[in-house]
């Protein structure tokens, strides 16, 4: 018995926008950066994201279902989760850790706190940070092979002898201290290096995120600051070669680009006020330096993230707008 | 002063009381402890000491 | 009267899981379930010693060194129970290590001993200490379980998950544990708590689960606090008039 008059308090507005039209945005957003981690890793990328996405929609529906909760698979917010926690994921994970990975991030993280829009942290970034248990797998970074090499058997359970064939990234080379000299910056650029499945390419990842901002789904002010922050830093801490190199390797290495604009940005865990954006932003990016640097993993923006995700409450109350006339 | 005598008083009293039964404790058990658990200090003076013979 | 207070104290007023008292030792010592077992009956041992004698002196405890009195009992009973491990199991005393002596600031004794036995006849008070004991006991065994399990493939000590299982170093750390407890936390409150039947169409069906949930427990407990204030406020006049005369 279903309800078509709405009951409602003034004021009442009309609009398409919902859940499900931010998620498909998103979607959209993230497909080039997918199809291009599917030509260079092979089809067992595409497998792995398969795993990641059913797992997630699978894990929800049951949740809710257990529990006599309303279904919100529809809204497409666990599909979103699916894809950003596989693109966090080297390609040649074993395929349990992404179901593992799954529960962890909808079961845990996202409905035990309520559900969208209530999660503490970003779900798929604390479920790749969980998976670190395993740091066998989740550091073994496959080379890239394109479509003309060899490739990984698409649907094999577990790849046996990844540590013969794993490859460093160009922040692990980084972090040993000297400057990647196999992968140009130009390489980087378009994603011609080793990673996990969706942070390689930086030209895609930023398209996709220029149609977010067209849309209007998220503003500048998150990826801005991150980036420009880690940039700043990045010139300043230079340890060899060109100062204008260096910040390059650092802002197109690792997850950044994914982490600025597709993570970071999620609603339930940035900052709602533009002044906290940007210290939002800048504090992310801050942290992803001094992680990179001083911190054990190549690769932290992570970690940088989640952090400060549990301080969004602290720095929406301190950047509350003062009311007309109100106490300062 | 009688307020005084009895709370305070009861305290004195609880702890003696306490600490009797502790050290009767101590007596049975400070021996064993010893053994499994020498103080540094005192055993490594010994073991120079046994060294010298 | 008694099996009522042993069901109490394992389910619905489990110290650990719905009282949250004793949260110390059930994140350090959890790692595996024999480290858990001791650290539960040492507890309980405690708990047992002081719940009888501080029910046996309640009437000679003076209510303004009450706190006092009580701490320097329990901390008695601890160093006592601290020496004769120390003594006679000495592996045991090794493995719980500083958590022994931490057992006096555990809040469950000096809880149970302010709420019940400072209040309550020495049957009581020992029943009371035993249900508390071995709830808090039971407890700890189920999260060491679950962190031994899943983080070393073993039960105490024997291998259950075979050989080849690799072991995930996420549960012994204390951010497993964090979670562990969590989790059992929410599960325990969801099993103990027994909410109304909502319509589902009804708008407000899911806020209407918390709320329901909680306004069950609420009677339990009031007749028990409003008893401890009229005796508070009775103790009170007596001391007025004896300090008057």
Redesign the interface.
């Given at each position: 018995?279903n309800n078509d008059l709405i009951f409602s308090p003034s004021p009442h507005i009309k609009t398409p926008n919902n859940s499900r039209v931010l998620m498909i945005d998103v979607l959209v957003a993230l497909t080039p950066a997918l199809i291009w981690g599917v030509i260079v890793f092979g089809p067992r990328a595409l497998t792995v994201v398969t795993v990641s996405i059913l797992s997630c929609v699978i894990f929800e529906t049951l949740f809710r279902l257990i529990l006599?909760?309303?279904q919100t698979i529809l809204d497409f917010s666990a599909v979103v989760t699916g894809l950003l926690l596989a693109f966090n994921l080297p390609a040649s994970v074993p395929l349990w850790i992404p179901i593992v990975g799954a529960f962890f991030a909808i079961v845990?993280v996202k409905q035990?706190f309520g559900g969208i829009g209530k999660n503490i942290m970003n779900p798929a970034l604390a479920a790749r940070v969980?998976l670190y248990?395993?740091s066998k797998h989740m550091t073994a970074f496959p080379e890239p092979s394109f479509l003309n090499g060899e490739h990984m058997p698409a649907f094999a359970i577990s790849i046996n002898n990844i540590d013969a064939t794993a490859s460093a990234t160009p922040l692990t080379v980084i972090k040993q201290g000297a400057i990647p000299s196999d992968t140009s910056i130009f390489d980087m650029l378009i994603g011609n290096c080793a990673g996990t499945i969706g942070e390689i390419s930086a030209v895609l990842l930023i398209l996709g995120g220029l149609f977010l901002l067209a849309r209007k789904v998220i503003t500048w002010h998150i990826p801005v600051t991150f980036i420009g922050t880690v940039a700043v830093l990045a010139f300043l801490k230079n340890i060899s070669g060109s100062s204008i190199d260096f910040m390059l390797y650092e802002i197109l290495g690792g997850g950044l680009m994914l982490g600025a604009f597709f993570m970071a940005t999620d609603y339930a865990t940035s900052p709602v006020t533009k002044t906290g954006r940007l210290i939002y932003g800048a504090g992310c990016g801050l942290l992803t330096v001094l992680f990179r640097f001083y911190g054990g993993y190549a690769e932290s923006v992570s970690f940088a993230i989640l952090i400060m995700n549990l301080l969004v409450w602290y720095i929406d109350r301190f950047t509350k707008p003062v009311r007309f006339g109100g106490k300062n | 002063m009688k307020y005084y005598l009895r709370t305070a008083g009861t305290l004195i009293i609880i702890t003696v009381c306490v600490v009797l039964m502790l050290s009767v404790i101590n007596l049975f058990t400070s021996d064993l402890i010893e053994e499994h658990e020498p103080d540094s200090v005192a055993s490594a003076s010994v073991e120079v000491t046994e060294n010298d013979d | 009267m008694m099996i009522k207070q042993l069901k109490e104290g394992v389910l619905d007023n489990n110290p650990l899981l719905i009282q949250l008292l004793g949260i110390c030792p059930a994140l350090a010592m959890t790692t595996n379930v024999s480290n858990a077992l001791g650290i539960g009956i040492a507890t309980m041992v405690v708990l047992l010693l002081s719940n009888l004698f501080i029910s046996l002196l309640r009437k000679l405890i003076p209510n303004e060194i009450r706190i006092a009195a009580y701490i320097v009992i329990i901390a008695g009973f601890v160093s006592a129970v601290e020496m004769l491990i120390k003594a006679y199991l000495p592996e045991l005393g090794r493995s719980l290590g500083i958590f022994l002596p931490l057992i006096v600031v555990n809040c469950i004794i000096l809880g149970r001993a302010e709420t019940f036995a400072s209040k309550n006849k020495v049957l009581p008070s020992l029943m009371d200490g035993f249900a508390m004991g071995f709830g808090f006991t039971f407890a700890l065994i189920v999260v060491a379980s679950i962190r031994e399990i899943i983080g070393a493939g073993t039960w105490f000590g024997v291998n259950v998950l075979g050989e080849s299982y690799?072991s995930?170093?996420?549960f012994i750390m204390p951010s497993g544990a964090f979670?562990t407890l969590g989790?059992l936390v929410?599960l325990m409150k969801k099993l103990t708590s027994f909410p109304k039947k909502v319509p589902?169409?009804s708008i407000e069906s899911?806020e209407s689960e918390s709320v329901t949930a909680e306004k069950v427990e609420e009677p339990v407990e009031i007749p028990a606090e409003e008893e401890v204030i009229v005796e508070e406020i009775k103790e009170e006049v007596e001391v007025a008039e004896k300090n008057d005369n």
């Open positions: 018995m006599k909760r309303p845990i035990l969980f248990s395993w | - | 690799q995930v170093l996420f979670i989790c929410a589902k169409n899911l």
